[in-house]
């Protein structure tokens, strides 16, 4: 029986994630073609194609990283396919290089970028607003604010990008990507749409004297979707008064609440902006008639805002407008009450806070802590044991920056994916001091080879250490080239990852198991003793990933079979979540242990036992 996602049941309606619903959304616009980078808040995206990929008619691949899934997402819709290319917000600066050269070629099949930002960085390293890259590369943008939004807007995306050839920016956000709701499915198409590839060296090729005149030309293009927008259903006023309030994205939801639970509804006028790029000028002012000021909604940049001041005063409108500059952050995520407090101050009211709970007190401190039997604490462990605080450490992006707290402390500086190499390069090369680079396997393919490139052709004197855990781990164990599947299968030429360092120039390289302590000290300490370019590749499978493929468990757990300093020093400096402490005595949970036994390795006290004896 076929996913649900994949019946051609229109009417039909089903409880969805987010992400699912643009899943679905895509499929009712006919794409044939998916491209992505996984990273979180998007990877259920490219994950639910992966898991309908073998009944789909569709081509799906994980791509090495975000701008080699939009190059070859460019080239599927340049061969006439509709096309959906999905990143999280950090991605697009990867991808940034061909995105703004291909709004001036166009993508005849149809492109829809997915963005999925990340306000109040639950899971990135930085909260940027890539609304403005709608705006920088002129690509009409969609912002979902519910599921049943996420299947329609996809769709009608994929539409405008195929009707018009220029890529569409589907933004999303990270409450909107994992929210769960009830999604009415429509009609799947009955052929799939193709527009064959013709020749046209002034459209397709920008050489400095076709630039010129393509630019002009997106500009065009963009004039006339801007009139689309005008007319857009995605673009509604309700209400009516003297107060405004226009909103974007999730906001147009906290509105709802907040104009519920104040019993407004009805008594204030609200433009809600879906198709919110290019700005629908002629809707706006017209909103703006008869009112006395207007309440801007947006989450992080004033984007909406400042267009809106601009207009207003180019037009001669004399308006109050209440947006970031007043009582609004540009930070963070909104929320109802925000959104509430706001729209109280607005109409002249008392501003409202939230009543909160008070946090319960006494509970454990949970930080981010890498999983027990992780190989990377066994990494971190021994290199800290040879190098201590003599060296720096450059981290990446991955599970390994879970490394990054006491009594690990295995990352100084960390800047992007793919950066720990390049980054660490320059600060050895300024300091004059020791300096290890920490990469993932992934994250290696990814973009780490260029700088481990680099490092070789400069002569650069750092230690690299690869920690192969044979998957993308963190963001939910999609494959890589250096495994041995695809998304659509077996990978017949997985590609290793140490004839490659071999390749760039790198003289020494060893490659063993982190969990092999005494090698891996002895490994440590060879290239301590060395200088230039150097790489470890510490292999060991991601435990998680390993035991939900592999579906066995360890037959041994570790156990500590007489207390004493040592055990006690080995919970306190490789804190592994199945260490215990119960008064003054060490114990070893064991349903957490994962039977790595790296810790038998460190002290005598522990031993190994049979699983339940």
């Not at 005063?313 to 500059?325: D, P, T």
């Not at 604490?377 to 800290?384: I, K, P």
């Not at 695809?486 to 120039?505: D, H, K, S």
Request: proline share 6%; aromatic share 6%.
């Amino acid at each position: 029986m076929p996913s649900p996602l994949l019946a051609d049941t229109p009417g039909e309606s089903l409880l969805l994630l987010g992400n699912e619903a643009i899943v679905r959304g895509a499929l009712e616009g006919g794409v044939g073609f998916v491209s992505c980078y996984p990273g979180t808040p998007s990877s259920e995206v490219p994950d639910t194609f992966f898991r309908l990929s073998r009944e789909g008619e569709y081509r799906f691949e994980y791509s090495t990283n975000e701008k080699v899934a939009l190059e070859v997402g460019a080239g599927a819709a340049l061969a006439g396919t509709p096309t959906l290319v999905t990143m999280k917000h950090v991605g697009v600066n990867v991808a940034a290089d061909p995105l703004l050269t291909l709004s001036y070629i166009t993508a005849p099949g149809g492109l829809v970028l997915l963005s999925a930002d990340d306000p109040g960085c639950h899971s990135s390293q930085n909260e940027q607003d890539n609304r403005y890259y709608a705006r920088l590369a002129g690509l009409p943008c969609f912002e979902p604010a519910t599921a049943q939004e996420c299947k329609d807007m996809t769709r009608d995306a994929l539409h405008l990008a195929a009707r018009t050839g220029q890529p569409v920016l589907l933004r999303t956000t990270t409450r909107v990507n994992h929210v769960r709701g009830p999604v009415t499915l429509g009609n799947l198409p009955k052929e799939k749409s193709f527009k064959p590839f013709a020749r046209n060296l002034q459209q397709f090729v920008p050489i400095p004297a076709h630039s010129r005149v393509q630019h002009r030309q997106l500009l065009d293009r963009l004039s006339a979707i801007r009139q689309e927008a005008e007319q857009s259903p995605w673009n509604k006023v309700s209400g009516q008064g003297t107060l405004g309030v226009i909103a974007s994205g999730i906001c147009r939801c906290y509105l709802s609440d907040a104009l519920l639970e104040e019993g407004m509804e009805g008594s204030v006028k609200v433009l809600e902006l879906g198709f919110s790029y290019p700005m629908p000028d002629g809707l706006i002012l017209n909103f703006a008639k008869g009112l006395s000021k207007i309440l801007i909604l947006e989450e992080l940049e004033p984007l909406v805002e400042n267009h809106i001041r601009a207009l207003l005063q180019r037009e001669g409108v004399s308006l109050e407008v209440i947006g970031k500059s007043e009582n609004l952050p540009a930070w963070g995520e909104y929320s109802t009450d925000m959104v509430r407090h706001a729209l109280r101050l607005a109409c002249g009211r008392q501003g409202r806070t939230a009543d909160h709970c008070a946090p319960m007190q006494g509970l454990a401190m949970r930080p981010p802590n890498l999983c027990s039997g992780c190989s990377h604490r066994a990494s971190y462990f021994t290199v800290r044991e040879v190098f201590g605080d003599d060296a720096f450490y450059s981290s990446d992006i991955g599970c390994y920056t879970l490394g990054l707290l006491p009594p690990l402390s295995a990352a100084d500086f960390l800047l992007c994916m793919g950066s720990s190499i390049s980054t660490g390069s320059g600060f050895a090369t300024a300091s004059g001091k020791t300096t290890i680079g920490f990469i993932g396997d992934s994250t290696f393919f990814h973009s780490g080879i260029t700088g481990l490139i680099n490092a070789v052709y400069n002569d650069h004197d750092i230690l690299v250490i690869i920690l192969d855990n044979r998957t993308t781990a963190m963001t939910g164990h999609q494959p890589h080239p250096g495994v041995d599947h695809t998304a659509i299968g077996p990978n017949e030429r997985p590609i290793e990852i140490e004839p490659l360092v071999a390749a760039c120039g790198v003289k020494s390289v060893v490659t063993l198991s982190s969990f092999n302590h005494k090698a891996a000290k002895k490994a440590l300490e060879d290239m301590k003793a060395k200088k230039g370019p150097r790489v470890i590749i510490f292999r060991d499978p991601c435990v998680i990933h390993e035991r939900r493929t592999s579906g066995k468990g360890k037959p041994q757990t570790a156990t500590v079979a007489a207390q004493s300093e040592g055990c006690l020093n080995v919970l306190n400096t490789l804190a592994c979540p199945a260490f215990l402490k119960e008064g003054g005595a060490v114990r070893v949970d064991e349903a957490m242990c994962s039977g790595c036994m790296f810790c038998l390795q460190l002290d005598k006290s522990f031993k190994a036992k049979k699983r339940g004896a």
